[in-house]
């Protein structure tokens, strides 16, 4: 069955330090990946999305996604992080089911401190 | 341009009680899909509908049904409700129903008592 894990439940990094949010995925085949951001009392916003081609893509807010087929993986990185990044960050996997299914991960929720 | 808007924003109902949930996708979106997101998980899939058919269902009892009309809104409905249906609901639209990139409204919290 296809899943979508996040080994880590939170994270702290301090302000201006670097970011890295893992996600490992089960799938036959390459799936469509994304990353999401849900911050409090809001409804998930896309950052970055991966269909094919460069396996390196850029989002919004300057967050970046690096896809390695062999590693089953596309971890989330940014280079330094800001207070307002401080949410819950949701790896995903988009599937073609005669329609389209997405399944997220449980989410990794990132703390940032001054 | 409006973004997708959920209705109610929260509510309180007993168990047993019936839920209907409302959702108006973003201008020119054709596809809805119905999330479930419990406190301390991800979103996990309920339903998607495109074109007014339904394209897509995740593993939920048939408690749980949904419909989509002519103008592309979409109602979640849940029957027989129980504790454990207290959660986040969130509708998401696309384009079309393949694209996989999901624009969501802020959700509706349903509290069942």
């Known amino acids: 069955a296809q899943s979508v894990t996040q080994p880590d439940i939170h994270i702290t990094v301090s302000e201006g330090a670097s970011l890295e949010l893992r996600c490992n995925y089960s799938?036959?085949?390459?799936?469509?990946l994304f990353w999401y951001v849900q911050s409090p009392g809001q409804g998930l916003q896309l950052l970055l999305k991966?269909?094919?081609?460069?396996?390196l893509v850029q989002g919004i807010k300057g967050f970046e996604a690096e896809f390695k087929r062999s590693q089953s993986s596309f971890n989330l990185r940014k280079p330094s992080v800001h207070w307002s990044d401080a949410a819950e960050y949701f790896c995903?996997?988009?599937?073609?089911?005669?329609?389209?299914?997405?399944?997220f991960g449980a989410g990794t929720r990132l703390f940032v401190k001054a | 341009d409006a973004g997708v808007t959920q209705s109610p924003t929260h509510l309180i109902k007993t168990r047993g009680q019936h839920v209907t949930l409302r959702c108006s996708p973003i201008?020119?979106?054709?596809?809805v899909s119905w999330y479930q997101q419990v406190l301390g998980q991800g979103p996990q899939f309920i339903f998607q509908?495109?074109?007014?058919?339904?394209?897509g269902r995740g593993n939920f009892p048939d408690r749980f049904s949904a419909r989509q009309f002519p103008n592309y809104s979409s109602e979640l409905n849940v029957n027989a409700l129980l504790l454990g249906d207290s959660a986040l609901y969130l509708c998401?639209?696309?384009?079309?129903?393949?694209?996989?990139?999901?624009?969501f409204g802020e959700g509706s919290r349903l509290t069942v008592l």
């Open positions: 998401a639209s696309s384009f079309n129903r393949g694209t996989g990139e999901l624009f």
């Open positions: 799938y036959g085949a390459t799936p469509y």
């Open positions: 509908y495109y074109e007014k058919e339904e394209r």
């Open positions: 995903a996997v988009g599937l073609h089911t005669g329609g389209f299914k997405t399944i």
């Open positions: 991966y269909f094919s081609g460069d396996t």
């Open positions: 201008s020119g979106h054709k596809s």
